[in-house]
């Protein structure tokens, strides 16, 4: 069981935009601006997508955005394009002991 | 271009040894921490162990921690991950990973599948 809780699918069509969320606790995504968004295709090595919730590194398009409320992260994907279609990770640091907790991942179709 | 290359995994037996290596080529390997991470079947990604530029500082998560062992050779542009007595629960994807943010792993290699069976 992941630390933190993601759905584990989501869909949309194209052009729609779709939001997965990401459950944590005060410990972790609520008590820290350091939650990160991966996405995955099958076979392939995650990439990194959003970082301290909000940022995205250079080559990420803008359609991916990141938010936080409370305990809970969002990724929001936005115009969905076929290539989008894959599995994210949230993570969140969650202090000096446990140090960095992922969640369980998101499928997502893109119908 | 940054690129992480792992190699290792196998088949090992329970209570085998197997030593993980990535080679980091494309950026200043000793200016940036270290990760091994882990995808075990049907299971989220977990963080496995971490070392810092220099390598003087190590950590690792609690399932691994006293049968895992992390290093770096910067004059190489190695990390390594030495795993001995290994469980059948260990059996994971293995995937080296570079800290470029804080706590933001922005370069992941392939991964190297381990498996641990009889």
């Known amino acids: 069981q992941s630390a933190l809780t993601q759905p584990p699918s989501a869909s949309g069509s194209p052009g729609q935009s779709v939001t997965i969320s990401c459950t944590g606790t005060s410990s972790d995504v609520g008590g820290y601006n350091y939650v990160s968004w991966y996405q995955q295709h099958p076979g392939k090595a995650p990439k990194l997508m959003i970082y301290e919730v909000t940022k995205r590194p250079s080559g990420v398009p803008d359609r991916f955005s990141g938010s936080k409320s409370g305990n809970t992260a969002s990724l929001t994907v936005s115009g969905l394009q076929a290539e989008d279609e894959a599995d994210y990770y949230c993570?969140?640091?969650?202090?000096?002991?446990?140090?960095?907790?992922f969640g369980g991942g998101t499928k997502l179709t893109v119908l | 271009e940054v690129q992480l290359v792992e190699s290792g995994g196998g088949l090992v037996q329970p209570g085998g040894s197997l030593r993980l290596s990535c080679a980091a080529s494309g950026f200043t390997f000793s200016g940036y921490w270290m990760l091994w991470v882990r995808h075990a079947p049907g299971k989220g990604l977990v963080w496995v162990s971490r070392v810092n530029g220099d390598g003087g500082f190590t950590a690792y998560a609690d399932s691994v921690k006293g049968r895992f062992t992390i290093s770096r050779d910067n004059a190489k542009n190695t990390v390594y991950l030495q795993m001995n007595s290994l469980r059948a629960e260990d059996t994971a994807v293995y995937y080296c990973v570079r800290a470029g943010y804080m706590y933001g792993y922005d370069y992941w290699g392939q991964g190297t599948l381990v498996t641990v069976s009889s």
């Open positions: 993570s969140s640091y969650a202090g000096s002991n446990n140090y960095v907790v």
